[in-house]
């Protein structure tokens, strides 16, 4: 079983940078896919990123235009999502999450408890 905990959320203006943390307790950390989702109030999951077990290995939702960089560090059981050019529409609780991978939130078992990035005008 896998334990996520996510940080680095906060307020920031629009055209700012957050960078997101994640931290696993696993060992196993590097044998999962990992994620992040993010989702507003009122409003549906939405995919954000995801890596797989190579460094290489990333995609991004097309809304994100080059803007967030995902990547993990295997060594320390951590997972990073760098947000630049926020804009209001960014404006959601951040999970990560750890699994079979894809853009699907179903794929993936394990979840953290989320952290809320705020963007201002």
């Known amino acids: 079983q896998v334990q996520l905990v996510e940080s680095g959320g906060g307020l920031v203006q629009a055209g700012g940078s957050l960078r997101l943390s994640c931290a696993a307790s696993?060992?196993?950390?590097?044998?999962?896919?990992m994620g992040w989702f993010r989702q507003a109030p009122g409003k549906e999951r939405e995919f954000v990123a995801v890596?797989?077990?190579?460094?290489?290995?990333?995609y991004y939702a097309d809304s994100m235009k080059g803007r967030f960089t995902i990547s993990r560090d295997n060594a320390k059981n951590t997972l990073y999502l760098q947000m630049n050019s926020l804009k209001p529409e960014d404006t959601a609780v951040y999970y990560c999450?750890?699994?079979?991978?894809?853009?699907?939130?179903?794929?993936?078992?394990?979840w953290g408890q989320g952290t809320q990035v705020t963007v201002s005008s």
């Open positions: 999450a750890a699994g079979a991978g894809g853009v699907h939130f179903e794929r993936y078992a394990y």
């Open positions: 696993g060992r196993t950390f590097s044998t999962y896919a």
């Open positions: 890596i797989g077990y190579l460094e290489g290995s990333t």
